[in-house]
């Protein structure tokens, strides 16, 4: 399973890099405007921290002739940048056209079975299913999860299903055993699911144990 980082923090995008435990980065129009500076700017800089990740940069424009355009405009920045656009209705003939034209597409906000089977069919590289925000309207986003890679399996879709709007370690847990193929976290999320406290605390028994021997250097 991909783990993607959820955010523009060029910080802790460089630190997580290093652990080698990301495999991209996702982005969007919030992250963005937190993170400040020439957007452009910073997604080059994404990139050139993950030469070899996913990095998805959304969509800004609304007309679907501008989101085309733009999408490609996107695309074109790096050979490993994805085009985050939204699953409505309006843009379905502009994902239709840029499946065809081999830009490579990540389906967001994705809250439904029906939308995940739609933009399975046009085969774009992933979908987006948000399960905390379904979570927020008393749905179960872990259910949808679940769904999506049901169908997946079913039909034998190619696309990916990244579990996006991930609020903590359930979530993230809950993503893993649904059979997801990526999910995306912010920053807090992976601290959080990369500790236990009883590893920290295994660590101080066996450091006191060790000290008792008053051995300075080993081996």
Known sequence: MKI????ADIQSIAYWAQTGIIDGVTTN???????????LSVVKEICALLPD????VEITEQDPEAVYNQAR???AISDNVLVKIPCHIRYYEVINRLQLDEVPLNITLVFSLAQGLMMSKLAVDYISPFVGRLDDIKENGTELLFDLCAMRDEYDFETAILAASIRDARHFNEAIAA??????????????VTQHKLTDQGI????ADWAKLGIRKFP
């Not at 129009?29 to 957007?39: E, I, L, Q, V, W």
């Not at 101080?204 to 450091?207: A, D, G, H, I, Y």
């Open 4 to 7: 993607f980082l959820d955010t």
């Open 53 to 56: 990740g996913e990095i998805s």
């Open 179 to 192: 059979g997801v193929d990526a999910v995306t976290v912010p920053v807090n999320v992976l601290q959080e």
């Open 73 to 75: 405009e996107i695309a």
């Open 29 to 39: 129009p919030s992250h963005m405007s937190k993170a400040g500076g020439n957007p």
């Open 204 to 207: 101080e028994k066996f450091n």
